[in-house]
């Protein structure tokens, strides 16, 4: 089992990327802290939208960041909501994570505590290319 105490910096920094979330209709800010293989950090927070279909889940601006900087292979992320539910990663979430890493630990964290996930035991059996 993973341990999400080993996390704590990633967590922090989820944190912190959740007070520049963009969230004026869900009133759910979420942010992101993406560790790549490397050793690299990348952040995010939920960007919203009027239009639904072109908001940014946390997850996935990090791992834009996190691509658009040549970074394709991660360890783990840290998601982070400061309420009583643990924001798990939507399904596009854990479908563009498992793009770079069907093994990255997946940390959820709120104000109460922390819970960690391998991404495959999130998404099993998930569609992908097969390099």
Known sequence: MLDPDEY??????????????YAPYSDYAVGAALLT??????TGCNIENASFGATLCAERTAAAKAVSEGETSFAAIAVYHNGPEMPFPCGICRQVLSEFSRHAAVIVANE???????????L?????FKK
Do not use: T
């Open 8 to 21: 704590e910096e990633l967590i922090e920094m989820a944190k912190a990327a959740a007070d520049n979330a």
């Open 37 to 42: 293989d490397s050793g690299k950090i990348f």
């Open 112 to 122: 109460s505590g922390a819970e960690a996930f391998e991404l495959s035991k999130l």
């Open 124 to 128: 099993p059996s998930s569609f992908g």
